[in-house]
């Protein structure tokens, strides 16, 4: 069974940096495609950024492109997300998700495309 586990949020400065972590305590996420979220108060769940099994293929949402990067250790059966240049706009919960096979070599920018989720780890920008 998949259990994410989010760590690795805080409180930075603007302009910090963070790297957050999602470990499946599970270690069945292998060949799960992967996705980091976030929600802020009032507001949606918006997508941040995914990676596919293999690690391949990702894509930078508009509000992270250039400043995070998701990446994948299998062997450690942990997905990281490195922010970068943190903004105030970047405060939320940031949530990783998982999507099983056969969806694992692709992405979904929808919440509704992923079916394991994490409890969520905050992240607080201050100026």
């Known amino acids: 069974q998949v259990q994410l586990v989010e760590s690795g949020g805080g409180l930075v400065h603007t302009g910090g940096s963070l790297r957050l972590s999602c470990a499946d305590s599970g270690r069945t996420f292998s060949s799960y495609a992967m996705a980091w979220f976030r929600q802020a108060p009032g507001k949606e769940r918006e997508f941040v950024a995914p990676i596919t099994w293999s690690g391949g293929s990702t894509y930078d949402a508009d509000s992270a492109k250039g400043r995070f990067t998701i990446s994948r250790d299998k062997a450690k059966n942990t997905v990281y997300l490195q922010m970068n240049i943190l903004k105030a706009e970047d405060k939320a919960i940031y949530y990783c998700?998982?999507?099983?096979?056969?969806?694992?070599?692709?992405?979904?920018?929808?919440?509704?495309?992923?079916?394991?989720w994490g409890q969520g780890t905050p992240v607080t920008v201050s100026s």
């Open positions: 998700a998982a999507r099983p096979p056969p969806y694992g070599s692709s992405w979904s920018r929808s919440p509704i495309g992923y079916v394991y």
